[in-house]
């Protein structure tokens, strides 16, 4: 009874509007992805394999696996663009609103714990500078300052919802664009070597760009665990950042001010 009262207050709430609005951009992606590989060549395999890369490491490997296969930068940036929407808008509210059952589904556990963490421990920064604040801590490309956590940010602070998940997504996509040029600018000048260098250099920048992206997201999640382990670095506060807090039942949950 617990758990359908549970869910029932998260589907009539806003977050659970913003969360069907992301399975409905989930499923309009991977049936695109399927339509394209079905009468599309290669786009649609392309866009998958993007996907993966995203999830996997961040924008900058889903990005420079889609340019290595030769999508144009228009593309890249729409691709990118809605991947990273589609995780806000469905992560950000399973989060907020199932905080204490997500962090026992172990790795996701832990990735969802950190997560909290990172928010927790930037919002003093981020605080300080309201909307422009959020809008850079978004737009910094390192491990945990994307756009999930800074949606988190903001929802601890107590930020209206909606202005919030604007601003991130805004920043979102300001630092896709600003990547995929850049990106797009250095794998052309490899290129412009020719012949085998031409070829082997843009892969090898590419594998650099996954496997450092992997490696680092592997590195926080071994830190994370030996951190909340008993008797590691930090004790078991460090394992058990705090907790959002709950959604309002009367679905005026993220109403509060902005600051700017």
């Known amino acids: 009874m617990a758990i359908r009262g549970r869910l029932r207050r998260f589907v009539t709430s806003r977050f659970g509007a913003i969360f069907a609005g992301g399975v409905a951009m989930m499923i309009f992606w991977f ?35 889609g340019r290595s296969a030769g999508l144009s930068v228009p593309m890249l940036i729409f691709a990118a663009s809605y991947i990273d929407v589609t995780i806000v808008l469905t992560c950000f509210p ?14 996701f556990g832990e990735l969802v714990k950190e997560a909290l963490r990172s928010a927790d421990e930037s919002k003093g920064k981020v605080s300080k500078y309201g909307i422009v604040g959020l809008f850079l801590f978004v737009v910094f490309p390192f491990y945990m300052t994307g756009p999930l956590v800074g949606s988190l940010i903001a929802y601890f602070l107590g930020w209206n919802l909606a202005v919030s998940l604007v601003v991130v997504n805004a920043a979102t996509i300001a630092a896709i664009v600003a990547w995929t040029f850049l990106f797009n600018e250095v794998y052309g000048w490899f290129e412009g070597f020719g012949g085998i260098f031409g070829k082997l250099i843009p892969a090898l920048v590419v594998t650099a760009i996954i496997a450092g992206a992997v490696v680092t997201r592997v590195r926080a999640y071994v830190k994370s665990r ?16 705090k907790a959002p807090p709950e959604p309002e039942p009367n679905g005026k949950d993220g109403e509060g001010t902005t600051s700017g």
Not at 226 to 241: D, H, I
């Open 31 to 65: 049936v695109l992805i399927g339509l394209l590989g079905m009468h599309g060549g290669d786009t649609g395999r392309v866009l998958f394999n993007m996907t993966l890369a995203h999830l996997a490491g961040g924008r900058a490997s889903g990005i420079a696996i």
């Open 94 to 107: 399973v989060i907020v609103s199932g905080y204490r059952m997500l962090v026992r589904l172990g790795v």
């Open 226 to 241: 030996a951190a909340a382990a008993p008797g590691g670095a930090g004790g078991a506060s460090a394992g058990a950042p």
